[in-house]
């Protein structure tokens, strides 16, 4: 069964770190590219990071770049997203998704993910 389970959300203070992770079964992990998003109340699911081992590709929604860091541990099948120095604008729920198997390139648009997570809460006060 193909699955992606995030985890690591919670509530941190402005500047702090959060490490989220995405579990995802081998199915769902090998030979896609990989995204994670995030959606605030009343807001469009956004883009916040992409990766793709074919390539060796990453790309950061400017938002984000410079703080956030997507990584991947193929041994467990989990892909990461380090966050530093949150910022109140950064509270959302994070998705992690997973593009068509096979595709090389990256992906940045919600529509193109075959497959998400239920998503985990980051909340940061300030």
């Known amino acids: 069964q193909e699955q992606l389970v995030e985890s690591g959300g919670g509530l941190v203070q402005a500047g702090g770190s959060l490490r989220l992770s995405c579990a995802a079964s081998e199915r769902s992990f090998a030979n896609r590219p990989m995204t994670w998003f995030r959606q605030s109340p009343g807001k469009e699911r956004e883009f916040v990071a992409a990766?793709?081992?074919?390539?060796?590709?990453?790309f950061y929604a400017d938002s984000v770049k410079g703080r956030f860091a997507i990584s991947s541990d193929d041994a467990k099948n989990t892909l990461y997203l380090q966050m530093n120095s949150l910022e109140v604008e950064d509270t959302a729920v994070y998705f992690c998704?997973?593009?068509?198997?096979?595709?090389?390139?990256?992906?940045?648009?919600?529509?193109?993910?075959?497959?998400w997570g239920q998503g985990t809460q980051v909340t940061v006060s300030s």
């Open positions: 990766f793709t081992r074919t390539t060796s590709t990453i």
């Open positions: 998704a997973a593009g068509p198997l096979y595709r090389i390139s990256i992906f940045t648009r919600a529509v193109d993910a075959v497959l």
